[in-house]
C-alpha cells in the first residue's frame, strides 16, 4: 500500500489531467469496441451449440441444480426450511426460460442506465406517470 500526500492544487491538477487523458472521444470509444467485441465476436452475438444426448441433457441439468443449491445463502435455506427444494427448482426451471432471461436482461440495463444517468430514472421506471395521475 503506497500513501501520496499532495496539497489541494496539486490534486486537483492531477485529477484534471486524469479527466483529459480518460475522458475523451477515443478512450470512451476504445472501451465500447472492446466491449462490443467482447460480446460480439467477429460480428457473432450467438451461436447454437453441438445438440447434446438425453444423457448429457441430464447430467446438465443435474449440474446446474447441484451449482444452484451450492451458491445458494444458508439464511434463505433455513427461512424456507422444507420448502427449499420447491423453490429451488422452480427458480431453476425459471432461469431455463428465454422470456425471463430475456426481461431480467432487459431489468439490469434498466438499473445501470438508471446509475448511469440518474436524471433519467424517473422515465425508465415510469415513476413520474404514476405521481401525476395521484
Request: aromatic letters at 12%; one cysteine or more.
Amino acid at each position: 500500500m503506497s500513501v501520496a500526500v499532495t496539497n489541494a492544487q496539486d490534486f486537483h491538477v492531477m485529477l484534471f489531467k486524469s479527466h483529459l487523458k480518460y475522458m475523451n472521444g477515443d478512450w470512451v470509444s476504445g472501451w465500447i469496441f472492446y466491449l462490443v467485441d467482447m460480446f460480439w465476436p467477429n460480428g457473432v452475438f450467438y451461436t447454437k451449440g453441438p445438440d447434446l444426448t438425453e444423457s448429457e441433457q441430464l447430467d446438465l441439468k443435474r449440474n446446474s441444480k447441484y451449482m444452484l443449491e451450492k451458491v445458494f445463502p444458508d439464511q434463505l435455506k433455513t427461512v424456507l426450511g422444507k420448502h427449499m427444494d420447491e423453490g429451488l427448482d422452480l427458480l431453476h426451471e425459471m432461469l431455463q426460460n428465454k422470456l425471463v432471461l430475456k426481461s431480467i436482461g432487459y431489468m439490469l440495463m434498466d438499473l445501470v442506465w438508471a446509475e448511469v444517468f440518474p436524471e433519467l430514472s424517473d422515465f425508465t421506471t415510469g415513476a413520474e406517470c404514476l405521481i401525476r395521475e395521484g
